[in-house]
């Protein structure tokens, strides 16, 4: 087995790191501490998905069987069930486990589960049957802002998107067009860039900034491409993608944080080559786009490493 | 101070640097190779590939020629990658990797004929051979040993294959007891680790093996497959468990996770459940046993349910991604009111992930 133990000693005689620093690196490398909370974490994501479908598949299957009414009831139950923990953690004052983190989720999921099925079989909500992907949003959001979680805001996040697309008339990515798809998107990260505004006058709940950039850059960049993929928007999709795409890179320098460099530069490039495809419909001229883009976008983000690095 | 590739002492403070910070450690110990993260890696690694292929295309074009082609286009990319390497000390960048790669593929065309799947095949296996040998490179070694096992399905080649594979993979476990200098060199054991017994598994399936049939002529294949595949799985998944949680490997671990899975597509139809039964058990069964582990190895020593080490920001932006790709379901026009509510085969409720394409 790879040891480095022999050159972290040497990094604590240069000072480089502090004895505690060491000590804890050196245990890691002899094998003293031998970390799994990556395995647990994964295994806990699998079992989720693994359960979340399972039920969905259930559902669709033993309608007529168990019943809608006892559905929404077990449903209810095992949301709840899942909240146990953290509502008893959160009454201990005692931080979440990573697995605890994922079990929460599971019971948002499940709860959200719930509400769609109702929605579904009981119609509460008639003809303003969309806003019940409000209310799973709001109810996520909730969980969120209580258990200080930053995947149920995931979670919330993506349930707000979902409802913007299907006030825009949105059923599925397939049989929608380019423009509503869009157009619903950047109105979904517009909603998202004013929560988050909001957000950040609560000093607890700074944390989730990270969460709401990560949404709001990947939600306006894929929107404004999808806007650059129909003919009749093309030109303003291009621009907005381009200007998005430069703002992410600028907040990467300004925040440090290297994957919105990654995701301006990797956006922008297939902008720009959508762009050459749009304005050049010869093959040679979108190869030549292609590989200008490429390296140059390679020279972008090597350069803004190297600003980041160099201001860490 | 080497050119071709970093010294192994260079490459052992890279890997320090990614352990304790690279502000630990300085220009001098590494020799002033630099390397990426992951996510930039894969972004790197991405424009590498678009820019490769917009060479190919463009003098492809221009030469009417895939010979012409792919020779200007090695030629290219491989000097440029050689160039990034030597002068500018790129190591495990994504940049050059993706040149180096896409240079060695281009040159396929040139010794081959598109006709046959067999040189092509070969011709494919030795490119990324020698982008994983200059490179060391365990994606690349992995690319190599899946067109080389494509070349020998190709002449029915699967009993010595899945020997082979199965006996490799004994090594590559064992060879990981070993006090390896270079970081890069215990990488492509680890992932061979993993690799090398999904190979084995696959090659045993995919051509109905059965490695008890030599030995027992009286039984027949159907019976021999059901049971013998099974119970190599328990055995590998045991020893792999076991020599994972002793020798500290984490590679070991993904190996007896992965025997698992192999082991529960085996035994699908030993149980009687449906498969969104099946779906629920194994996920409760996997959520407890999480959540049981992780409360009982809540300790500083040994091993542990600590997170200690640093979070990439890869994992962070993987674990907020599926959280919203779980939360989000496919919503479809028969669920507004008045429509068919439930459709057969998944449902369309919000949230619960269940798209209906299971």
């Given at each position: 087995?790879?040891?480095?133990e022999?050159?972290?000693?040497?990094?604590?005689?240069?000072?480089?790191?502090d004895?505690r620093t060491?000590a804890?690196?050196?245990?890691l490398?002899?094998?003293?501490?031998?970390?799994?909370?990556?395995?647990l974490?994964?295994?806990a994501?699998?079992?989720?998905a693994?359960?979340?479908?399972?039920?969905?598949?259930?559902?669709?299957?033993?309608?007529?069987?168990?019943g809608?009414?006892?559905?929404?009831?077990a449903?209810a139950?095992?949301?709840?069930?899942?909240?146990?923990?953290?509502?008893?953690?959160?009454?201990?004052?005692?931080?979440?486990?990573?697995?605890?983190?994922?079990?929460?989720?599971?019971?948002a999921?499940?709860?959200?589960?719930?509400?769609?099925?109702?929605?579904?079989?009981?119609?509460?909500?008639?003809?303003l049957?969309?806003?019940?992907?409000l209310?799973?949003?709001?109810?996520?959001?909730?969980?969120a802002?209580?258990?200080?979680?930053?995947?149920?805001l995931s979670?919330?996040?993506?349930s707000?998107?979902?409802?913007?697309?299907?006030?825009?008339?949105?059923?599925?990515m397939?049989?929608?067009?380019?423009?509503?798809?869009?157009?619903?998107?950047?109105?979904?990260?517009?909603?998202?860039?004013?929560?988050r505004?909001?957000?950040?006058?609560?000093?607890?709940?700074?944390?989730?900034?990270?969460?709401?950039?990560?949404?709001?850059?990947?939600?306006?960049?894929?929107?404004?491409?999808?806007?650059?993929?129909?003919?009749?928007?093309?030109?303003l999709?291009?621009?907005?993608?381009?200007?998005?795409?430069?703002?992410?890179?600028?907040?990467?320098?300004?925040?440090?944080?290297?994957?919105?460099?990654?995701?301006?530069?990797?956006?922008?490039?297939?902008?720009?080559?959508?762009?050459?495809?749009?304005?050049?419909?010869?093959?040679a001229?979108?190869?030549?786009?292609?590989?200008?883009?490429a390296?140059?976008?390679a020279?972008?983000?090597?350069y803004?490493?190297?600003?980041?690095?160099?201001?860490? | 101070?080497?050119?071709?590739?970093?010294?192994?002492?260079?490459?052992?403070?890279?890997a320090?640097?990614?352990i304790?910070?690279?502000?630990?450690?300085?220009?001098?110990?590494?020799?002033?190779?630099?390397t990426?993260?992951l996510?930039?890696?894969?972004?790197?690694?991405?424009?590498?590939i678009?820019?490769?292929?917009?060479?190919?295309?463009?003098?492809?074009?221009?030469?009417?020629?895939?010979?012409g082609a792919?020779?200007?286009?090695a030629?290219?990319?491989?000097?440029?990658?050689?160039?990034?390497?030597?002068?500018?000390?790129?190591?495990?960048?994504?940049?050059?990797?993706?040149?180096?790669?896409?240079?060695?593929i281009?040159?396929?065309?040139?010794?081959?004929?598109?006709?046959?799947?067999?040189p092509?095949?070969?011709g494919l296996?030795?490119?990324?051979?020698?982008?994983a040998?200059?490179?060391?490179?365990?994606?690349?070694?992995?690319?190599?040993?899946?067109a080389?096992?494509?070349?020998?399905?190709?002449?029915?080649?699967?009993?010595?294959?899945?020997?082979?594979f199965?006996?490799?993979?004994?090594?590559?476990?064992?060879?990981?007891?070993?006090?390896?200098?270079?970081?890069?060199?215990?990488?492509?054991?680890q992932?061979?680790?993993?690799?090398?017994?999904?190979?084995?598994?696959?090659?045993?399936?995919?051509?109905n093996?059965?490695?008890?049939?030599?030995?027992?002529?009286?039984?027949?294949?159907?019976s021999?497959?059901?049971?013998?595949?099974?119970?190599?799985?328990?055995g590998a998944a045991?020893i792999?468990?076991?020599?994972?949680?002793r020798?500290?490997?984490?590679?070991?671990l993904?190996?007896?996770?992965?025997?698992?899975v192999l082991?529960?597509i085996?035994?699908r139809?030993?149980?009687?459940?449906?498969?969104?039964?099946?779906?629920?058990?194994?996920g409760?069964?996997?959520l407890?046993?999480?959540?049981?582990?992780?409360?009982r190895?809540?300790?500083?020593?040994?091993?542990?349910s600590?997170?200690?080490g640093?979070?990439?920001?890869?994992?962070k932006?993987?674990?907020?991604?599926t959280?919203?790709?779980?939360?989000?379901?496919?919503?479809r026009?028969?669920?507004?009111?008045?429509?068919?509510?439930?459709?057969?085969g998944?449902?369309?409720?919000?949230?619960?992930?269940?798209?209906?394409?299971?």
């Amino acid at each position: 087995m790879l040891s480095l133990e022999h050159e972290l000693h040497e990094l604590r005689q240069r000072g480089a790191i502090d004895d505690r620093t060491c000590a804890e690196l050196v245990a890691l490398e002899r094998g003293e501490v031998f970390p799994i909370a990556f395995e647990l974490r994964a295994a806990a994501y699998i079992a989720v998905a693994m359960i979340v479908t399972g039920i969905g598949i259930v559902i669709a299957h033993n309608l007529e069987r168990i019943g809608p009414l006892a559905i929404a009831i077990a449903l209810a139950l095992a949301a709840a069930g899942c909240y146990v923990p953290a509502i008893r953690s959160l009454r201990r004052n005692e931080p979440r486990s990573a697995v605890g983190e994922y079990v929460l989720l599971l019971g948002a999921l499940l709860l959200a589960a719930d509400i769609g099925f109702i929605e579904t079989s009981f119609h509460p909500l008639g003809g303003l049957w969309t806003l019940h992907l409000l209310l799973i949003a709001l109810v996520h959001a909730a969980g969120a802002y209580i258990f200080n979680s930053k995947l149920l805001l995931s979670a919330s996040l993506a349930s707000l998107a979902s409802w913007f697309g299907f006030q825009a008339g949105i059923t599925s990515m397939f049989d929608s067009k380019p423009a509503s798809v869009g157009s619903s998107g950047l109105a979904a990260a517009v909603a998202i860039l004013i929560w988050r505004a909001m957000n950040s006058r609560h000093a607890r709940y700074r944390d989730f900034a990270g969460t709401f950039d990560f949404f709001i850059a990947n939600v306006a960049l894929i929107s404004s491409l999808i806007l650059a993929t129909n003919r009749d928007t093309r030109i303003l999709g291009l621009i907005l993608a381009l200007f998005f795409a430069t703002a992410a890179i600028v907040y990467a320098v300004h925040a440090r944080a290297i994957s919105f460099a990654v995701y301006g530069v990797i956006y922008g490039v297939i902008a720009m080559c959508i762009g050459a495809a749009e304005i050049n419909g010869r093959f040679a001229g979108v190869f030549l786009a292609m590989l200008i883009s490429a390296v140059g976008g390679a020279f972008v983000l090597g350069y803004v490493r190297q600003l980041i690095k160099g201001s860490a | 101070m080497s050119t071709f590739r970093p010294s192994a002492a260079e490459e052992r403070w890279l890997a320090v640097a990614d352990i304790a910070g690279e502000k630990a450690v300085t220009a001098a110990d590494t020799g002033g190779w630099r390397t990426a993260s992951l996510l930039p890696r894969c972004a790197f690694f991405f424009l590498g590939i678009l820019a490769s292929a917009a060479l190919f295309g463009l003098a492809f074009l221009l030469s009417s020629s895939a010979i012409g082609a792919g020779l200007f286009t090695a030629f290219i990319c491989i000097g440029v990658a050689e160039l990034l390497i030597t002068s500018k000390r790129f190591f495990g960048m994504g940049f050059e990797e993706a040149l180096w790669m896409a240079g060695a593929i281009s040159l396929v065309p040139v010794f081959i004929g598109p006709e046959s799947d067999r040189p092509i095949a070969l011709g494919l296996a030795i490119a990324f051979a020698a982008t994983a040998l200059r490179l060391v490179n365990p994606l690349f070694a992995t690319c190599a040993l899946a067109a080389a096992s494509w070349r020998m399905s190709l002449d029915g080649g699967w009993q010595a294959a899945t020997i082979a594979f199965a006996i490799s993979t004994v090594i590559a476990w064992l060879a990981l007891k070993k006090n390896f200098v270079r970081p890069s060199t215990q990488r492509l054991a680890q992932w061979m680790t993993v690799v090398l017994p999904l190979g084995a598994y696959l090659w045993a399936k995919q051509f109905n093996f059965d490695p008890w049939r030599y030995l027992d002529r009286e039984v027949t294949v159907d019976s021999m497959t059901s049971f013998a595949l099974p119970l190599v799985l328990i055995g590998a998944a045991a020893i792999a468990l076991t020599l994972g949680l002793r020798w500290r490997q984490h590679a070991l671990l993904i190996a007896f996770a992965l025997c698992v899975v192999l082991l529960a597509i085996e035994l699908r139809d030993v149980s009687t459940l449906t498969i969104e039964a099946k779906l629920i058990v194994y996920g409760i069964v996997i959520l407890i046993s999480s959540v049981i582990l992780e409360r009982r190895l809540r300790r500083p020593h040994g091993v542990t349910s600590l997170p200690l080490g640093r979070d990439s920001d890869a994992w962070k932006i993987i674990e907020l991604g599926t959280a919203a790709t779980l939360a989000t379901s496919s919503h479809r026009p028969d669920s507004t009111p008045g429509g068919n509510e439930l459709e057969q085969g998944g449902g369309s409720y919000g949230g619960a992930g269940s798209s209906g394409s299971f």
